[in-house]
């Protein structure tokens, strides 16, 4: 049974930095696309940034950009984990972060994941 379970979420002020780490197991995960989501209180889950299997291919929100950065590791024997840096947090950035894995491998898609952790919490005081 395919697993992703995220870790690292916190309780910061704005400014500061966390890093989300999402560990995959019962997935090839080096053929899976893994991307990051999040949901605030009374809002939809909304696209993070995502990244294709060989991290050719990234794609961030525009409200991140610059201030985020997907990554996961790509060697042969490598942990199945991808990451979220999250620096400069600001108090719009608390939400649950998910993450998620697609079997569109080859690129970093917006939509259409197959497989979604259970979310860590983020919560970015000001």
């Known amino acids: 049974q395919v697993q992703l379970v995220e870790s690292g979420g916190g309780v910061v002020q704005a400014g500061d930095s966390l890093r989300l780490s999402c560990a995959a197991s019962a997935l090839p995960f080096s053929s899976y696309a893994m991307g990051w989501f999040r949901q605030a209180p009374g809002k939809e889950r909304e696209f993070v940034a995502g990244?294709?299997?060989?991290?050719?291919?990234?794609?961030?929100?525009d409200s991140v950009k610059g201030r985020f950065m997907i990554s996961r590791d790509t060697r042969d024997n490598a942990q199945k984990t991808v990451f979220l840096q999250m620096n400069n947090l600001r108090p719009e950035d608390t939400a649950v972060y998910y993450c998620?894995?697609?079997?569109?491998?080859?690129?970093?898609?917006?939509?259409?994941?197959?497989?979604w952790g259970q979310g860590t919490q983020v919560t970015v005081s000001s």
């Open positions: 990244i294709s299997w060989s991290a050719y291919s990234i794609r961030y929100a």
């Open positions: 998620a894995a697609s079997r569109i491998g080859g690129a970093a898609p917006i939509a259409g994941y197959d497989y």
